[in-house]
């Protein structure tokens, strides 16, 4: 397997701060980070009894079972309570799961999230990479890397997919899981994104966990709550799994559980997420199709977009940093030069993109 690209992540707003000078505060305010594909729809949140229920508990130790919050998210998420872990943060999730298993075999199903292959190469006697088309998900199972597989061996999943966010049905994939469960091997899949295409049990690999206990599927919180600035993620897998490879105490911490109760109890998020994102996206789709520096935008189940560019991003960041607003290059996703992944903002804030990119297009015209 050749070397990954290093780790980039999107919302480098601190780093943007640092290279031009501009004071934090300044820059969490005025900058349009395009490059974080965050709900642009916040939940409702008392400030004020969140902040002074956290005060209260500073002094104290968080609940090490966080009994509250896990029942708020088996309410959401429609799973026992036992089928919960939390963590850290997704990443931390990525690296606790592989340190512990120390796979025989990783099947990198690509392109995905950069810290993938970073753990597998570190904790995994073997790492494969293999590009995942979502058409035709039963050709895996005729794939000779897939017939004879060392038992602990694990294949990754991120449904719906990043860069691309293009979305595969679960039962499409049951007998591919099948299939895994035969060799005693694992199928981790990533649902990080999800929530913004619906929480029925239709759109996730969820209801499979009580058939197949080689299931392990890990669920951002802090993408669809709007909060990337706390650490948090979960788990879902069956108990003897979670015990394996998510045994930390305190994972998360006192402000950490008070926020996303508060979120999880919001009634309204669902219905104006849902809102936002169809209408919002739709809009800066046509937008971006009517710019001749765009040459394609996959179509996308998330919040977020693949755009092909006629010319390196660097190039297209280069133009946009000093306008404030950031983009994510997929150089790390393994994809060529010319790709970005673009987060779905609000209408105005998507409006000033475009009007970015048209103003480069102008300047090249009349050069």
């Given at each position: 397997m050749s070397k990954p690209s290093p780790s980039v992540h999107g919302g480098q707003v601190y780093a943007y701060a640092r290279q031009s000078?501009?004071?934090?505060?300044?820059?969490l305010t005025q900058v349009l980070d395009f490059s974080a594909s965050i709900n642009a729809v916040t939940?409702?949140?008392d400030w004020p009894s969140l902040l002074q229920t956290t005060q209260q508990r500073l002094a104290h130790y968080p609940d090490q079972q966080a009994v509250k919050l896990k029942q708020a998210l088996a309410?959401?998420?429609?799973?026992?309570?036992?089928c919960i872990?939390?963590?850290?943060?997704?990443?931390?999730?990525?690296?606790?799961?592989?340190?512990?298993?120390?796979?025989a075999c990783v099947v990198l199903l690509t392109p995905l999230y950069s810290e993938y292959a970073k753990a597998a190469q570190r904790f995994a006697g073997e790492v494969?990479?293999?590009?995942?088309?979502?058409?035709?998900?039963?050709?895996?199972?005729d794939h000779p890397a897939l017939q004879n597989l060392p038992p602990n061996s694990w294949v990754i999943l991120v449904n719906p997919s990043t860069p691309q966010g293009h979305f595969s049905r679960p039962q499409d994939w049951l007998p591919f899981l099948?299939?895994?469960?035969?060799?005693?091997?694992?199928?981790?899949?990533?649902?990080?994104f999800l929530p913004f295409i619906g929480f029925e049990a239709q759109y996730s690999f969820r209801p499979f966990l009580k058939d197949f206990n080689n299931l392990l599927i890990l669920q951002s919180l802090t993408k669809y709550y709007a909060c990337p600035g706390a650490r948090l993620g979960a788990v879902f897998a069956p108990l003897q799994l979670l015990q394996t490879c998510f045994d930390s105490a305190w994972p998360v911490s006192?402000?950490?559980?008070?926020?996303?109760?508060?979120?999880?109890?919001?009634?309204?998020?669902?219905?104006?997420?849902?809102?936002?994102?169809?209408?919002?996206?739709?809009?800066?789709i046509d937008a971006l199709h009517t710019l001749a520096v765009v040459e394609k935008i996959d179509p996308s189940h998330a919040?977020?977009?693949?755009?092909?560019?006629?010319?390196?991003?660097?190039?297209?960041?280069?133009?946009l940093l000093p306008q404030g607003m950031l983009i994510r290059d997929c150089q790390s996703f393994g994809l060529d030069a010319c790709h970005a992944r673009i987060a779905v903002k609000l209408p105005t804030e998507n409006a000033r993109l475009v009007d970015a990119l048209r103003q480069l297009e102008n300047l090249n015209a009349a050069e």
């Open positions: 000078g501009l004071p934090e505060e300044e820059a939940p409702a949140i309410a959401r998420f429609a799973i026992d309570t036992a872990a939390l963590t850290h943060g997704i990443t931390a999730a990525i690296h606790d799961f592989f340190c512990s298993q120390r796979p494969i990479e293999l590009p995942l088309h979502h058409s035709n998900v039963n050709a895996l199972l099948s299939h895994l469960k035969t060799q005693q091997a694992g199928l981790l899949v990533d649902e990080a006192v402000f950490d559980q008070q926020y996303l109760l508060q979120a999880l109890a919001d009634p309204t998020l669902d219905a104006r997420t849902q809102d936002w994102l169809h209408s919002a996206k739709r809009e800066l919040n977020y977009l693949l755009v092909r560019f006629n010319r390196p991003v660097a190039e297209i960041q280069a133009t």
